[in-house]
């Protein structure tokens, strides 16, 4: 089991601000590409060419990385502010 956090207008579009999911194995491209085949709100929320950060374990990702069961997981918008 992983648990996953959305944060910002991803949680307002998917409107889903944590879940629980089973998770045995994988990384982070394997974990957004299960998420994006729940549908097209998903799919386009979740779009390559959308900007957010996956964090793991309060680690922003900067390429793929591997996840495993009973990790934290946080999908991230971009934050602005002054």
């Known amino acids: 089991m992983i648990t996953i956090t959305y944060?910002?207008?991803?949680?307002d579009q998917l409107q889903c601000?944590?879940?629980?999911?089973a998770w045995e194995s994988?990384?982070?491209?394997?974990?957004?590409t299960m998420l994006?085949?729940?549908?097209?709100?998903?799919?386009q929320a979740l779009a390559p060419e959308n900007?957010?950060?996956?964090?793991?374990n309060e680690e922003i990702t900067f390429s793929v990385t591997e996840i495993v069961s009973g990790d934290r997981v946080a999908l991230l918008p971009p934050v602005t502010g002054g």
Not at 17 to 21: G, W
Not at 36 to 43: K, N, V
Not at 51 to 56: D, E
């Open 7 to 11: 944060f910002g207008n991803l949680k």
């Open 17 to 21: 601000s944590e879940e629980t999911i």
């Open 26 to 32: 994988g990384d982070t491209e394997s974990l957004l």
């Open 36 to 43: 994006r085949e729940r549908g097209a709100l998903w799919a």
């Open 51 to 56: 900007i957010f950060r996956v964090v793991v």
